[in-house]
């Protein structure tokens, strides 16, 4: 069946602009992950959700961040004011239930603040 | 604060040999050990994992080893071959959710 997908695929944007970047999990999964990978850097949680609610936004790294999901699916992670240290490869991850330790990633949105 | 440590940013394995990755954690309270496999302009894959109740775990030419009293774990690849070729990242769960993530060991696998 179909994996996670992300878009879009790679996103360049100026500094001080707001970006959306998009995830459809696989099917059925309930549980939603969003990680970051920066230069030279291992993969960073930001948020996760259960359903629709986000039971642990802990590690957003600033209010500048938010993500929302909708119909139990599709989820979205806004960047507003991007900023350059917001450079890094954004994943998306999915799992069957919470408490699973399967989670399924998605290829990544390469984020470049110009 | 990295609570996942792969100090070996980078591994170069002749195919046939064994391969050993490393990974050190701090926090005693992880419950769960994965490793993953990441190619180039893809997601990390879910290669295999290990329960802190346990010591080893074997899949195929993969095993993990977990060493609790030195919060040290590894991972076994024998023998390697160039499709293993990759970053292999480490990662800790906590509570069954937020996965820890080392900064990832690059294998190279020589023919």
């Not at chain 1, 001080?16 to 990978?37: F, M, N």
């Not at chain 2, 954690?25 to 490793?35: G, R, V």
């Not at chain 2, 109740?53 to 095993?63: M, V």
């Amino acid at each position: 069946g179909a994996g996670v997908s992300q878009s879009p695929s790679n996103k360049v944007t100026e500094k001080g602009k707001d970006v959306e970047l998009r995830c459809d999990p696989i099917s059925g999964h309930t549980a939603l992950y969003w990680y970051r990978q920066s230069l030279g850097q291992g993969l960073e949680f930001l948020i996760y959700f259960q359903g629709n609610s986000a039971p642990d936004k802990s590690g957003l790294p600033s209010d500048r961040f938010s993500a929302e999901r909708t119909g139990g699916s599709v989820s979205t992670l806004t960047i507003q004011r991007t900023q350059q240290e917001d450079s890094a490869v954004y994943l998306c991850a999915s799992s069957p239930r919470t408490n699973s330790y399967e989670q399924y990633f998605g290829p990544g949105t390469r984020l470049t603040v110009t | 604060d990295q609570q996942v440590k792969q100090n070996s940013p980078s591994l170069s394995v002749q195919e046939g040999r064994i391969s050993i990755l490393n990974c050190d954690y701090t926090n005693s309270m992880f419950d769960y050990f994965l490793w993953y496999k990441k190619y180039p302009a893809e997601g990390p894959t879910f290669l295999i994992s290990i329960s802190s109740i346990k010591d080893k775990n074997e899949d195929g030419r993969f095993t993990v080893f977990l060493n609790k009293s030195a919060k040290h774990l590894s991972l076994h690849i024998v023998p390697s071959q160039p499709g293993d070729s990759a970053v292999y990242f480490c990662a800790a769960q906590l509570y069954g959710y937020a996965l820890n993530f080392g900064k990832g060991t690059s294998l190279l696998v020589t023919p």
